[in-house]
Nanobody
């Protein structure tokens, strides 16, 4: 399975960006995003089941980021609004064949497939 992330780039505080991730090779049940800022550990951002409505968000992005997916295309997107400098990070797409329950979506160990990072840099 390969995950190909796209989007990201440079933004100013308050701007919007959209990240997309396409999976190929196998149908996935749950896809999501994690991020790792400079000098920080990887942290959960958002995730969703592709065939359902179960979605999870980190508190730090709730209300600003919206995750959406296309089960038929095996894709997931995250629309990011109101970007802040603290959102600066490399964003990683993650996927699993399992339909994770809500409480399991935040754990990176539940995802067996990972894409390359795409950088988001937000200036103040």
């Amino acid at each position: 399975v390969q995950l190909q992330a796209s989007g990201g780039g440079l933004a100013q505080a308050g701007d919007s960006l959209r990240l997309s991730c396409a999976a190929s090779g196998r149908t996935l049940g749950t896809m999501g995003w994690f991020r790792q800022g400079p000098g920080k550990e990887r942290e959960f951002v958002a995730a969703m089941r592709l065939s359902g409505t179960t979605k999870a968000y980190a508190d730090s992005v709730k209300g600003r980021f919206t995750i959406s997916g296309d089960n038929a295309k095996n894709m997931v997107h995250v629309q990011m609004h109101g970007l802040k400098p603290e959102d600066t990070a490399a964003y990683y797409c993650a996927g699993t064949v399992r339909n994770l329950i809500f409480s399991s979506m935040r754990d990176p160990n539940n995802y067996e497939f990972w894409g390359q990072g795409t950088q988001v840099t937000v200036s103040s």
